[in-house]
């Protein structure tokens, strides 16, 4: 198929949820429409199915140098940063090209001169994607060190769903060719956007989707965050509950099992301890 005459069901998605406008019903309903049919009028045709090379993103090997516990926020830079500052942006979606609210991003990486801080959190933050699906990533290009081409970590989780760890790639890098896991479907767009650069990425996850299924939890809350921190700690034994805050290290009981709470959140249906092993650990 032309990819110069077709417009996939997920990048009309996209730029529907970018200008905040709902999307055509026949496309919630079924998969890409034709450009060209678009441009002269005609009704527009479906194809027979929905596919943006919407195969599950491929998982990576999560390195040495992952830590839990990261801060939520969606900024890793400060003022004094050194480094070509990148913005990353894009969408987590399921197997059906639908958005998915309120998954899990947590990233970590290198700094502008290849290394990793492993004392602290520094380019080190979890967030998570708003009701759109969308997330958004302030950072620096990572530098470079030995056996390796430059990468993002990432761990992507849809409430509920298992953990996806991953890597993301730049293009046109000389070292692209001799990094032993470099994977050419992890490649980021990237752009100039002076004074830094701008990258896209959509992560799809495993997730079985319809036309018809929901892509948000069934909690109301509207935040595209939920607060990271608690007021107060639970103590060891408190049986877990959905709309509780929990801090790090906090414990709970869920099913007659312990656990103890890595990243701090707010719990919510769908994210229960068994579930995400990204916030909580089995005692």
Known sequence: MDEEKTLSRKTVLKAALAVGVVAPVALIGGPALARTTVASGQTPELTPSCDDGDDPTPAQTEGPYFKPNSPERTSLVTPNTQGTRLTVSGYVFGLGCLPIARALLDF???????????????????QYTNDQGAFTLSTIVPGLYPGRTRHIHVKVQAPGGRVLTTQLYFPNEPRNNTDSIFDPRLLMTVRDAPPGKQGAYDFVLNVPQTPTSTSRPTSTQTTSNPPSTSTSNPPSGTTWAAGTGYSAGARVTYSGSGYVCLQGHTAQPGWEPPSTPALWRAE
Do not use: E, I, K
Request: no cysteine.
């Open 108 to 126: 970590w990486q290198a700094d502008v001169n290849g290394a990793y801080d492993n004392t602290g959190y520094t380019f080190r933050g979890h």
